[in-house]
């Protein structure tokens, strides 16, 4: 399945959401930058586009959320 990745991490003094080159978020906090790159998963997801969430440290390390997938259509009988 496709799928778009957030990378959220720390650049240029602020925490930065990104998706591809584009910079979509800049927050003073990690725990800020994360929960933007939630909500923004979260809409895409509810547009049928799923969402992975990658956070990178300044070591180079990276923590990478389950992904956020769109749900499935209840079934209306």
């Known amino acids: 399945m496709l799928y778009q990745e957030l990378v959220v991490r720390f650049q240029d003094r602020i925490w930065q959401v ?5 910079l979509l ?3 003073p906090t990690q725990i800020a930058a994360i929960a933007v790159a939630h909500t923004i998963a979260r809409a895409a997801a509810a547009k049928g586009v799923p969402t992975k969430i990658r ?9 990478e959320f389950p992904t956020i997938s769109p749900r499935p259509a209840a079934d209306v009988a």
Request: no cysteine; aromatic share 0%; net charge negative.
């Open 55 to 63: 956070v990178v440290d300044g070591d180079g390390s990276s923590l």
């Open 25 to 27: 978020s800049g927050q």
């Open 18 to 22: 990104s998706l591809g080159d584009h």
